[in-house]
């Protein structure tokens, strides 16, 4: 056999022992094998390699002339698959990786715009893609590359993926400074007699979370207004004198809105992060999920 690539990675491993050792006995301490052990490999690389690579001398043994010329290109390669086997170590500073993320658009302004802005500081040559989430193609787009962590209810976490809890969000009513009702306690008839705006995201163009449990007290509200995205919902609240039950961050950092504590219960929802097995091992993505987990679990403040 005329090429070393060929041969059995633990054989190599032998040889380079036996060359820095050049002693069977302490090659194979250095192996945690026994000496008998090092003995047959030593034996098989002699086939292998047609030549007896090592000899007796009154100290151990010594290289021959094709073992010593085999030395470096063996080192070389020893090295090379170490560095392939050792998983590398990420630095946002310096960085440049691409991710991306899938979020509703409540998501994405109440998680991921805050979680951005720190981190340009950290890491400022990362870049990161925002998508729509499509609950119905999650998987697919995690298996396919094409999605590397995703921010969701619990419905939508399905048992294949890893998930952990960001955090458990509230509604409050959010309405405009200077709304005629924005210096009163709000009671629950004075919410009902309200003009109410809502995001529909399941085609119930003016039922919604509110109006259920309104229902279940055996009262109603005049909802006038919808719209398919919070950011939408936002403005027109902000130009009129519509009020809305929101997810209570969303309102952190809104420049024109105030908010006021619900008349009733509403139940609130879990907001998970959840990624695919693929990624689940990788230093850089652990970073990422490490670095958004702690910002959603901090950057909220109470009014």
């Known amino acids: 056999m005329n090429d070393i690539r060929q041969l059995d990675f633990n054989l190599l491993k032998a040889f380079d022992a036996l060359l820095v050792e050049r002693s069977v006995t302490r090659a194979a301490h250095r192996l945690s094998l026994t000496q008998p052990a090092v003995s047959g490999m030593l034996g098989r690389l002699r086939v292998a390699l047609d030549d007896p690579l090592f000899v007796r001398s009154s100290h151990g043994i010594v290289p021959t002339p094709r073992a010593l010329?085999?030395?470096?290109?063996?080192?070389?390669?020893?090295?090379?698959?170490?560095?392939?086997?050792?998983?590398?170590?990420?630095d946002p500073a310096s960085s440049t990786a691409s991710f991306s993320i899938a979020a509703n658009d409540y998501a994405q302004l109440a998680v991921l715009v805050p979680w951005l802005e720190g981190l340009r500081r950290e890491a400022p040559g990362i870049r990161i893609a925002i998508h729509s989430l499509d609950d119905a193609?999650?998987?697919?787009?995690?298996?396919?590359?094409?999605?590397?962590?995703?921010?969701?209810?619990?419905?939508?976490?399905?048992?294949?993926?890893?998930?952990?809890?960001?955090?458990?969000?509230?509604?409050s009513l959010a309405l405009r400074e200077g709304h005629p009702a924005a210096e009163r306690d709000?009671?629950?008839d004075d919410f009902c007699a309200l003009d109410h705006g809502l995001v529909s995201l399941r085609g119930e163009a003016f039922m919604g979370v509110v109006d259920r449990a309104l229902a279940a007290n055996g009262r109603e509200r005049r909802v006038s207004f919808s719209a398919s995205c919070f950011l939408v919902l936002v403005q027109v609240l902000a130009r009129s004198d519509l009020v809305a039950t929101v997810p209570t961050r969303l309102l952190d950092g809104v420049a024109g809105l105030i908010r006021r504590p619900l008349p009733l219960a509403?139940?609130?929802?879990?907001k998970l992060a959840v990624w695919h097995e693929r990624s689940h091992r990788d230093p850089a993505?652990?970073?990422?999920?490490?670095?958004?987990i702690a910002s959603a679990r901090t950057g909220h403040h109470e009014a």
């Open 186 to 188: 709000i009671t629950l």
């Open 69 to 90: 010329a085999l030395a470096q290109p063996l080192r070389r390669m020893m090295s090379e698959v170490e560095c392939m086997l050792t998983r590398p170590q990420f």
């Open 266 to 270: 509403v139940p609130g929802f879990t």
């Open 137 to 171: 193609r999650l998987m697919a787009g995690f298996e396919q590359g094409q999605v590397d962590l995703a921010l969701v209810t619990p419905e939508a976490a399905l048992p294949d993926l890893h998930a952990v809890r960001l955090y458990e969000e509230t509604y």
């Open 285 to 292: 993505h652990q970073w990422l999920r490490a670095s958004l």
